[in-house]
């Protein structure tokens, strides 16, 4: 019998499939598709201090394995989420969840985590230092290890809960980024949000995204997903979460096996709503397959090619 | 909201960029006009959301413009393939605003939407008008459609080649009690400007995921913010709140 168990910063999960954020809502349209509490657990929507309407439409195009996205954030403010969105999913989702956190100042983070930290149906805070969509906040925080360490250490001063740092790939080396974040006392890293991309629309001239760029996901960045798994799960001591590109439990395996603790999936989401079901009804079989009986026994398990 | 395959019957011209397909399969979840079906194509990542123009008992019809390779790879499909559709999809038309003269109002690949509307409408009993708008005469499709219906049918052409030059609302009729409109932003701009009863108007916008979960396609309106995807295409002409002035 195939254990699919993980532990994520202490908290045990029935399987490592997590959707990932901005592409699972607060949970309940995929609720009504299926018994969510299949899934390890969710990250839901980036959720800022202040409510946001995000950036002008068009905010999404489709490209060759992937599609970009410039929502910029849209979320009804931590407010509501506490009081509407929380308690909606209180009757559909029965595990810890995780809390996805941006902000525009060390001060917002710290503030919107520390009202989340104070609710029950948290696990995690996963704070998104990396969000390529808005100015003056999410990724210029993430793109600098000082920075990213600031809101880190401002955000463990006032919470009790696991402390997740979303990191960003558009960076020259994100271990330097990791281990700022892990030595400000992060609980754990999760990588990697979207690649900053761009599309032009040849009848119009135009760029496809109202915003210009925006991020790029989908099954395309998945390589450059899981090399940045590996360097960054080699080069800190705390878990990993990897993130980019997920859509079978074989990209599961394998990126567990570059390092990760858990998975989040995210743009399969938009495509196949039944994929992390499908993912974690998979995932038993396909360890079968590879001969892996505990799933938390192939973290950062890849064998070295031997030096000739 | 349901994912299932639907198997094509036929796939044919209508105008030289315009085409009808008919498909087989569960429209269980399709249940008024002006909702919409997004379909998954081979080698494509995003699904393409195109609107329904009928769904009866299984049999379910969708006309597109050819406007890009996702459409042009839909153009090229034979009967008997099988594509991946989630349907059932947006919130559609509500009828029961229409009252006793109700105008529907299509531009473009903006009038199939209003072939099942029509369809239900004369069912019900109630006499329907309808103006279709198109650029010029071989563009105009669906027109013996919606008449062989029972509806009062007016053309309008943009370069007066048939039926009554102008746009949609230039085939305005005196009276009608409520409207129903579907087409693209500058035409529902006008008829928003135009018409002297409450409606309800269908848009279209860059999609995600097509139910609600990326946000990809938000509008603000006077009632606040709205998933065109979900809680839309279709909304009333009290709440919209235009993105450039009218």
């Known amino acids: ?308 | 909201m349901k994912q299932c395959f639907f198997t094509i019957t036929e796939n044919r011209p209508l105008t030289e960029t315009v085409m009808e397909m008919k498909l087989a399969g569960d429209t269980s979840a399709i249940t008024v006009p002006g909702q919409f079906v997004n379909i998954r194509l081979e080698g494509r990542f995003l699904r393409r959301p195109i609107s329904v123009c009928c769904a009866e008992e299984g049999l379910l019809t969708l006309i597109y413009k050819i406007v890009g390779g996702g459409t042009r790879q839909m153009a090229e499909m034979h009967p008997g393939a099988r594509l991946d559709l989630l349907s059932g999809l947006g919130n559609g038309f509500d009828l029961s605003y229409a009252g006793d003269a109700p105008l529907l109002l299509g531009g473009g690949v903006g009038a199939p939407p209003m072939y099942w509307l029509a369809k239900e409408l004369t069912a019900q009993g109630v006499p329907v008008r309808a103006v279709l708008g198109f650029n010029t005469k071989s563009e105009v499709f669906y027109e013996e459609e919606l008449k062989k219906l029972g509806a009062e049918v007016t053309v309008t052409t943009v370069d007066g080649s048939y039926g009554v030059k102008g746009f949609v609302t230039d085939g305005l009729p005196e009276r009608y009690s409520y409207f129903f409109a579907c087409g693209p932003e500058p035409m529902l701009k006008a008829v928003w400007k135009h018409t002297n009863t409450s409606g309800q108007l269908s848009f279209e916008e860059r999609m995600g995921c097509g139910f609600g979960a990326c946000m990809g396609c938000s509008c603000k309106t006077i009632t606040g913010y709205k998933r065109i995807c979900k809680d839309g295409p279709v909304l009333r002409k009290e709440e919209i709140l235009w993105k450039t002035p009218v």
């Open chain 1, 1 to 308: 019998m195939e254990n699919t168990r993980v532990t994520l910063c202490g908290v045990e999960l029935d399987n490592p499939v997590i959707p990932a954020s901005g592409t699972f809502g607060y949970g309940y349209e995929f609720a009504e598709l299926y018994d969510i509490n299949c899934l390890g657990t969710f990250s839901f929507k980036g959720t800022t201090r202040e409510p946001r309407f995000g950036n002008p439409t068009p905010r999404i195009a489709d490209c060759t394995g992937g599609m970009i996205n410039a929502v910029g954030l849209q979320n009804p403010g931590v407010e509501q989420v506490i009081s509407e969105e929380l308690p909606k999913l209180k009757k559909v989702f029965h595990k810890p969840v995780m809390a996805n956190v941006s902000g525009f100042s060390v001060e917002d983070y710290a503030y919107t985590c520390e009202r989340l930290d104070q609710q029950e149906q948290v696990g995690w805070l996963e704070v998104n230092i990396s969000c390529p969509n808005v100015h003056g906040g999410g990724m210029s925080f993430g793109t600098d290890p000082a920075a990213a360490a600031s809101v880190i250490r401002a955000i463990k001063a006032v919470t009790k809960k696991p402390v997740i740092a979303k990191l960003s790939p558009n960076v020259t080396d994100i271990t330097a980024i990791a281990k700022a974040c892990e030595e400000a006392g992060a609980d754990g890293i999760s990588l990697i949000n979207t690649l900053l991309g761009m599309r032009i629309d040849l009848k119009t001239k135009r760029p496809v995204i109202a915003n210009t760029m925006g991020g790029f996901s989908g099954p395309a960045i998945f390589p450059v997903a899981l090399r940045m798994v590996y360097q960054t799960a080699r080069a800190v001591n705390i878990p990993v979460i990897g993130i980019g590109g997920v859509s079978t439990a074989e990209d599961v395996l394998e990126m567990m096996l570059a390092g990760a603790t858990a998975v989040e999936v995210g743009a399969a989401n938009l495509v196949d709503p039944f994929i992390c079901r499908d993912i974690v009804r998979d995932l038993p079989e396909a360890m079968r397959r590879y001969g892996i009986g505990n799933l938390c026994d192939i973290i950062g398990g890849v064998t070295q090619w031997e030096k000739t």
